[in-house]
């Protein structure tokens, strides 16, 4: 069974760091692109970066560098590094599988882990 | 950054009724886009991918159409289990932009 399953949310001050991670089941991260994707609480989705099979990674120009994304293909997972966190990265992370290596849309999601920046 | 606008961000419907999302890119995605359900409290599921494909389980009832830059979701006879918000996505780029959503209301 094609499983996703994201850990590493919770409360961090302004300015601090914080570690997602998404342990995937059922298939490799080399055989499919890999996103993470946010939702604040009661909003629209917001795309934030990806990871193609290929290991070329893009992260949205909004975030300035402050997030970075990587894999463990030995593990079989993905990471989001989320550096100098403000009060607007609280959301739902989502980690999320494309329907192939590269260009396509998500065809499996993680039930998301909530991050909250607050002092 | 190639941005993505849909319309209504809400609509309002009956059980039975027949119900069309647009979706329109700023400049043109070829048939890359897909289309998502997402109901409260719970993750997107995908729907339509590369425009006009119907995604493995998802109903006949719903359909993608579209290219280039105007992109529609069409619901013919909405269930109750439809009414949900939709969001569309481009991956023409690297940035796999989303819409903003419209939310299917009774």
């Known amino acids: 069974e094609v499983q996703l399953v994201e850990s590493g949310g919770g409360l961090v001050q302004p300015g601090g760091s914080l570690r997602l991670s998404c342990a995937a089941s059922g298939f490799t991260v080399t055989s499919r692109y890999m996103s993470w994707v946010r939702q604040v609480p009661g909003k629209g989705l917001e795309w934030v970066s990806v990871?193609?099979?290929?290991?070329?990674?893009f992260h949205a120009d909004s975030l300035k560098g402050r997030f970075t994304m990587s894999r463990d293909i030995y593990k079989n997972t993905v990471s989001l590094q989320m550096n100098n966190l403000r009060a607007d990265d609280t959301a739902v992370y989502y980690c999320?599988?494309?329907?192939?290596?590269?260009?396509?849309?998500?065809?499996?999601w993680g039930q998301g882990t909530l991050v909250t920046v607050s002092s | 950054d190639i941005q993505m606008t849909q319309s209504p961000s809400t609509l309002s419907a009956f059980v039975g009724d027949r119900v069309t999302i647009t979706c329109r890119a700023s400049q043109s995605i070829n048939d890359w886009l897909a289309w998502y359900q997402q109901k409260p409290g719970k993750a997107p599921k995908l729907v339509v991918y590369k425009a006009s494909n119907l995604e493995s389980g998802v109903p006949s009832r719903f359909s993608g159409s579209g290219s280039g830059t105007q992109f529609t979701l069409t619901i013919t006879s909405l269930q109750p289990e439809d009414f949900a918000t939709y969001y569309c996505q481009q991956y023409s780029t690297y940035s796999g932009t989303f819409g903003q959503g419209t939310k299917v209301e009774i």
């Open positions: 999320a599988r494309g329907r192939a290596a590269g260009r396509d849309g998500i065809d499996c």
């Open positions: 990871i193609y099979g290929s290991g070329g990674t």
